[in-house]
């Protein structure tokens, strides 16, 4: 069972890839009912806020864990050079990592404006 550098970042990459589209796709859908809740339910920014963090959490210890199943897989099954799996390994998760925590700030800085918003016409009918 002999087989090239190449063949196996190929394997890594496909597989990297597939795990970055889910953690994507993942995060799209959570962003998602998030802005629907904050939508619905003002009062509860702090609440989501944290939900958003938890989230994040789940997500980034999901993708090491897949990570790591994957190093471990390849390794074994296709007998890959580690260094090379360990370097794709590693700008797989800064990449996913870099996305997930750039969408939370995108979601956390869009739900203080539409908060902003909210109080400030709440307001505006008051006066």
Known sequence: MS????????????IATVVIVVVVLATV?????IVVVVVLLVVLVVLVVIVVVL????????????????????????EAEVVVVIIVV???VVVVVVV???????VVVGIVLVEAVIVKEQLRKIL
């Open 29 to 33: 859908v959570v962003v998602v009912v």
């Open 55 to 78: 989230v994040v959490l789940v997500v980034i210890v999901v993708v090491v864990v897949v990570v790591v199943v994957v190093v471990v897989v390849v390794v074994v099954v296709v």
């Open 3 to 14: 087989s090239s550098s190449s063949q196996v970042v190929v394997v890594v990459v496909v």
């Open 90 to 92: 590693v700008v797989v």
């Open 100 to 106: 997930v925590v750039v969408v939370v700030v995108v």
